[in-house]
């Protein structure tokens, strides 16, 4: 069989060197005659292995020492309700800012716990294409119990790589789509958060990054395990992680160590980038809609000159080894998602299928 390249937006394709590793000591971990998922998430081993993984993430992004590294449950969407009964306190406002579809489901779970501004930073450039208002008219609301936003939409494809500046107002964003792809300069948010199923593993995972100072203002009626308190205190061994997801996260950071860190794979994921979007911008046959200052590097939407070619473009994608190239159905065409585990010849692989599509027609 050929190569496949996977382009899900998530779950998303892992690392191939992780997978084989995995599958190797799938029945048999660390030589105890077992696989990670049957032993007690308080052995020894495992404890060790779980505090190996904080550390090379810690590693990896630089976190400094006055950050807890959480492993909770309940992915992205968890985060969502767990970031406002956590931060908000005794304040009774949070802001969010909106720039994509998963900046909204934020907030519409946020509105259960508190009293949401919202702020629309989405605009259009002089040529129709959507980007993003400059940093300077984001507005920061001082009695804000912190400002959310989102800097990768994985749907829309929209990265905004410039970092509000929120003064004393915690910063939380949702790096569920980009985190690891490049260095980012951890001492500027209040809280990180990403669901795993992208750059970090399998689903049934998410990671929080949280300063210090904001823990223990969790409302009384929060759920144990969202509590970043009880979570910290434990180890996020409060009770039974998703121990297996937690392991091959662990594999994914040493790949991305042995990658040279995040500088080496961000220089990666530029090269990915640019070849499908030189590819698109030379053709009049494939468009991109978003400016280029705010193209996502992990998540690339793309339309066909006619909707009708849709369905051939996907089944001939699929049969050359292309899969999962549709489209969310909120935006319509395709996407490829190309994060972290995608090497580049299947960028090139997929830039070589549409030029032979396009000449077919
Ligand atoms: C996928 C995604 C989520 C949702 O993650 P779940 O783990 O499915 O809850 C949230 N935010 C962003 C930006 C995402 O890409």
Same mark, same amino acid.
């Given at each position: 069989?050929?190569?496949?390249?996977?382009?899900?937006?998530?779950?998303?394709?892992?690392?191939?060197? +992780?997978?084989?590793?995995?599958?190797?000591?799938?029945? #048999?971990?660390?030589?105890?005659?077992?696989?990670?998922?049957?032993?007690?998430?308080? @052995?020894?081993?495992?404890?060790?292995?779980?505090?190996?993984?904080?550390?090379?993430? %810690?590693?990896?992004?630089?976190?400094? /020492?006055?950050?807890?590294?959480?492993?909770?449950?309940?992915?992205?969407?968890?985060?969502?309700?767990?970031?406002?009964? #956590?931060?908000?306190? /005794?304040?009774?406002?949070?802001?969010?800012?909106?720039?994509?579809?998963? @900046?909204?489901?934020? +907030?519409?779970?946020?509105?259960?716990?508190?009293?949401?501004?919202?702020?629309?930073?989405?605009?259009?450039?002089? @040529?129709?294409? *959507?980007?993003?208002?400059?940093?300077?008219?984001?507005?920061?609301?001082?009695?804000?119990?912190?400002?959310?936003?989102?800097?990768?939409?994985?749907?829309?494809?929209?990265?905004?790589?410039?970092?509000?500046?929120?003064?004393?107002?915690?910063?939380?964003?949702?790096?569920?789509?980009?985190?690891?792809? %490049?260095?980012? $300069?951890?001492?500027?948010?209040?809280?990180?958060?990403?669901?795993?199923?992208? #750059?970090?593993?399998?689903?049934?995972?998410?990671?929080?990054?949280?300063?210090?100072?904001?823990?223990?203002?969790?409302?009384?009626?929060?759920?144990?395990?969202? /509590?970043?308190?009880?979570?910290?205190?434990?180890?996020?061994?409060?009770?039974?992680?998703?121990?297996?997801?937690?392991?091959?996260?662990?594999?994914?950071?040493?790949?991305?160590?042995?990658?040279?860190? !995040?500088?080496?794979?961000?220089?990666? #994921?530029?090269?990915?980038?640019? *070849?499908?979007?030189?590819?698109?911008? /030379?053709?009049?046959?494939?468009?991109?809609?978003?400016?280029?200052?705010?193209?996502?590097?992990?998540?690339?939407?793309?339309?066909?000159?006619? $909707? @009708?070619?849709?369905?051939?473009?996907?089944?001939?994608?699929?049969?050359?080894? !292309? *899969?999962?190239?549709?489209?969310?159905?909120?935006?319509?065409?395709?996407?490829?998602?190309?994060?972290?585990?995608?090497?580049?010849?299947?960028?090139?692989?997929?830039?070589?299928?549409?030029?032979?599509?396009?000449?077919?027609?």
């Amino acid at each position: 069989m050929s190569k496949i390249f996977n382009f899900c937006a998530g779950p998303a394709m892992l690392p191939s060197a +992780v997978m084989e590793q995995a599958q190797k000591e799938f029945c #048999n971990w660390q030589g105890l005659g077992v696989s990670v998922m049957e032993v007690s998430h308080r @052995s020894p081993e495992y404890i060790k292995m779980a505090a190996t993984a904080e550390q090379d993430l %810690r590693d990896l992004m630089e976190i400094p /020492d006055n950050y807890k590294v959480l492993f909770c449950h309940g992915g992205g969407r968890g985060q969502f309700a767990a970031v406002p009964l #956590n931060l908000l306190g /005794d304040k009774l406002e949070a802001d969010y800012l909106l720039t994509g579809q998963w @900046s909204k489901l934020a +907030v519409v779970e946020a509105k259960k716990h508190a009293r949401i501004s919202e702020t629309d930073i989405m605009t259009k450039t002089d @040529s129709g294409k *959507l980007t993003v208002k400059p940093c300077s008219e984001w507005p920061i609301n001082a009695g804000a119990a912190y400002l959310h936003y989102c800097p990768n939409e994985t749907i829309e494809g929209i990265e905004i790589f410039d970092i509000p500046e929120t003064g004393v107002v915690p910063l939380v964003a949702d790096m569920s789509s980009m985190i690891l792809s %490049r260095p980012i $300069d951890v001492s500027k948010f209040g809280i990180i958060y990403a669901g795993a199923q992208k #750059n970090i593993g399998p689903s049934g995972l998410a990671i929080v990054i949280v300063r210090d100072d904001l823990i223990g203002y969790a409302r009384k009626a929060i759920p144990s395990i969202f /509590d970043y308190e009880v979570q910290a205190k434990t180890n996020s061994l409060y009770n039974t992680p998703a121990t297996y997801t937690w392991y091959l996260a662990g594999l994914v950071f040493k790949w991305l160590k042995e990658q040279g860190g !995040l500088v080496e794979v961000e220089k990666k #994921n530029i090269a990915k980038a640019e *070849l499908l979007y030189n590819f698109i911008d /030379d053709s009049d046959f494939y468009t991109n809609n978003v400016d280029k200052s705010v193209r996502s590097r992990m998540n690339i939407p793309f339309t066909l000159v006619d $909707d @009708s070619l849709n369905e051939a473009f996907l089944a001939q994608a699929k049969d050359a080894g !292309l *899969l999962t190239l549709k489209g969310h159905k909120l935006v319509g065409g395709m996407r490829a998602s190309i994060y972290n585990a995608m090497p580049i010849e299947g960028v090139q692989a997929l830039v070589d299928f549409m030029k032979a599509f396009e000449e077919q027609q």
